[in-house]
């Protein structure tokens, strides 16, 4: 049988079929409770980025008035910049008030009307500094209001604020191009400010992007990290939901004959219903006695699933530790999940087994062959952490061949039972 969502090859008998569509089921729906988990998870600690963000929006807006007062000799009109600035102040502190009192959410309503009050801003700003030929060099409020926008880099989808930005540098192009002569002294100013504009908004998406990433694959680490402490033969997370709705399907077909509410023998429809509720228990016991600890943790495991793919038909990695366990999954997890940085291999291929009799290490141990094949990584780019985490798991050797990393691991187990066949 293979799953074709995660890439995942694992040997089992052929009546398991239904089981199999059983698994994808509960896979989809792991799938849409994932997307809601990570959407809910990626807002755990955006609160403080927020809150840095506005501090460095406070902190340039302070700049910009400094700025402003300093220069304002100059202006032909002070009454337009006054404007712009009192009204950039009102829409920050209005925004983080509002923010704070219904619980970090800024509905669309809202959103617009602070888009509005920022393109005001950036208006009347143009307006106070326009007869001055110059918009790279006095821009104060408007630039201001790029940093302001990072306030909802942690409230609003992360293209809407790019739009957003997108709006200012084109307000800014447009301004210089109309009211501002481009020679080799001018242009300097014009290509700072505008980026000085522009930047926070860009910035802004990036991390908070970045953090979600690392967030959602930290969060993967640790469910994933669950299953090195299972049974060596178990039934996965994927799967209780789909148990879940059997037995509930099981209880209400009984309860209905118990209360007299179901005629007795059963009709045809019933009869069907239930076979298909027996048929379907009995693929999930055949399941739960064919899937190791590892089949679960790389096909419940949205950053391994991509990539790690399993044969163990002897069901072999069920023998292994907890510490050879945790050592072998941080070997994956650093071969196979998309790092902060750099590259990860385009596939990793696990195979455990089959075990030879007589082969035992110097305390009596039994032997299982592991063999890692790693395509698309070169041997000088893996992580040094997987050698150090390989040999926690057993002696192990490596080498390479046509870009192809392989790994054969000899990780000892105690006295396994019937290791070599599959339970």
Request: aromatic share 6%; net charge negative.
């Amino acid at each position: 049988m293979s799953s074709s969502r995660t890439g995942l090859r694992y040997t089992l008998p052929e009546e398991s079929t239904l089981g199999g569509s059983i698994r994808r089921a509960g896979a989809r729906s792991s799938v849409r409770r994932g997307t809601a988990t990570s959407t809910h998870a990626s807002a755990l600690g955006s609160g403080f980025l927020g809150i840095g963000m506005a501090i460095i929006a406070a902190l340039q807006s302070i700049l910009g008035v400094g700025l402003f007062f300093l220069r304002a000799e100059e202006y032909p009109s002070l009454l337009p910049g006054l404007g712009a600035w009192l009204l950039l102040l009102v829409t920050f502190l209005g925004l983080i008030v509002t923010i704070s009192a219904t619980g970090e959410r800024l509905p669309d309503w809202l959103y617009g009307f602070f888009l509005a009050a920022l393109a005001a801003v950036v208006w009347l700003d143009f307006m106070t500094i326009a007869p001055l030929g110059d918009i790279g060099r006095y821009a104060t409020a408007s630039v201001s209001a790029g940093f302001v926008l990072l306030i909802v880099v942690t409230l609003r989808a992360g293209w809407e604020v790019l739009v957003a930005t997108a709006a200012l540098g084109v307000a800014f192009i447009v301004a210089i191009m109309l009211t501002t002569p481009l020679t080799p002294v001018t242009i300097p100013h014009q290509l700072v400010t505008l980026a000085l504009a522009v930047a926070p908004g860009i910035t802004g998406v990036l991390l908070v992007a970045g953090f979600e990433r690392m967030l959602k694959r930290e969060l993967d680490r640790v469910l994933v990290q669950s299953t090195v402490t299972a049974p060596r033969l178990a039934v996965g997370m994927l799967a209780s939901e789909e148990l879940a709705r059997l037995d509930l399907a099981a209880e209400e077909l009984l309860d209905a004959v118990a209360v007299g509410g179901t005629p007795l023998p059963l009709p045809p429809e019933y009869s069907s219903r239930a076979a298909t509720l027996a048929t379907e228990l009995r693929l999930h016991l055949l399941e739960g006695r064919r899937e190791t600890w590892l089949f679960h943790a790389v096909a419940e495991s949205e950053q391994l699933g991509r990539r790690v793919t399993i044969s163990d038909p002897g069901t072999l990695a069920g023998l292994l530790d907890d510490v050879q366990r945790d050592a072998l999954l941080a070997a994956l997890w650093m071969l196979g999940a998309d790092p902060l940085g750099s590259t990860p291999a385009e596939s990793v291929t696990v195979e455990l087994g089959p075990m030879t009799s007589g082969r035992v290490d110097v305390d009596g141990r039994s032997i299982i062959p592991i063999h890692l094949e790693i395509t698309g990584l070169r041997r000088n780019r893996v992580d040094p952490g997987v050698w150090e985490a390989l040999d926690r798991v057993g002696r192990y050797s490596d080498s390479t061949a046509s870009s192809i990393v392989r790994i054969e691991i000899d990780c000892p187990v105690e006295n396994p039972v019937d290791a070599g066949r599959t339970t």
